[in-house]
């Protein structure tokens, strides 16, 4: 059974520092990895999708890199500001089933202090 | 707007009443999703339609019942539900082939009273 786990579980760091926060999951049979990020009460917004092929992706100041052998991921943020803080989700689409169905991880909550 | 759009945004209701959470996409995509999001818990897939056929139904108790008429619209109908059931609801909808990329609603918030 697949289970995704995400390392640490909160992030309280001050404004203008670069952080890492880190994504595992237990069977490496995946489509795709994708994180997203959740504002306190709202829905989640897709910040990158990698898929299995794939060894990472970039947008703006937000790289994810993907290790398929060693089952982690790891979610880069760049000169991080106030705007940042929120929780970031892990999540994978195993190829059991094939109903493109996603697990998630617990999240990481991130305050960003200005 | 994301692309999904839920409504109610927020519900409270009584353990005997009846309602339905409503979830509409226009992005063209083949798979709706239902997700629950409690307190100190990860998401969890309730159920999942591909092309307007349930193809999962990850264990979720018959007070929940989900209805999918058309691939735009997903409905939720709640019925006698227990006051553990209060919890984010998430739709969300996909393509069904890779890269299965995912756009979800801004949930509905429910509270059982």
């Known amino acids: 059974k697949q289970e995704v786990t995400q390392i640490p579980a909160a992030l309280s760091v001050p404004e203008g520092e670069n952080l890492v926060l880190n994504c595992s999951f237990t069977?490496?049979?995946?489509?795709?990895l994708q994180w997203f990020r959740q504002d306190p009460g709202k829905g989640l917004t897709s910040l990158l999708l990698?898929?299995?092929?794939?060894r990472e992706q970039t947008s703006g100041r937000l790289n994810a890199s993907l290790d398929k052998s060693s089952g982690r991921s790891t979610l880069y943020i760049a000169a991080s500001q106030p705007g940042d803080s929120a929780t970031y989700l892990c999540?994978?689409?195993?190829?059991?089933?094939?109903?493109?169905?996603?697990?998630f991880g617990q999240g990481t909550t991130l305050q960003v202090k200005p | 707007e994301t692309g999904v759009t839920q409504t109610p945004r927020h519900l409270v209701m009584g353990m005997t009443n009846k309602k339905s959470l409503k979830c509409e996409q226009h992005?063209?995509?083949?798979?709706m999703y239902w997700y629950k999001q409690s307190a100190k818990k990860p998401l969890e897939l309730m159920f999942v339609?591909?092309?307007?056929?349930?193809?999962e139904n990850n264990s979720v108790p018959s007070r929940f019942s989900p209805e999918c008429p058309n691939s735009s619209h997903l409905f939720l109908h709640l019925h006698t539900l227990q006051p553990e059931d209060s919890a984010l609801y998430l739709c969300?909808?996909?393509?069904?082939?890779?890269?299965?990329?995912?756009?979800f609603g801004s949930g509905t918030r429910l509270t059982v009273v």
């Open positions: 969300a909808s996909s393509l069904l082939d890779s890269p299965y990329g995912y756009t």
């Open positions: 069977d490496s049979a995946i489509y795709n």
């Open positions: 990698i898929q299995s092929s794939q």
């Open positions: 999540a994978v689409v195993p190829f059991s089933g094939n109903t493109g169905k996603l697990i």
């Open positions: 992005l063209g995509h083949n798979a």
């Open positions: 339609y591909s092309l307007e056929e349930r193809v």
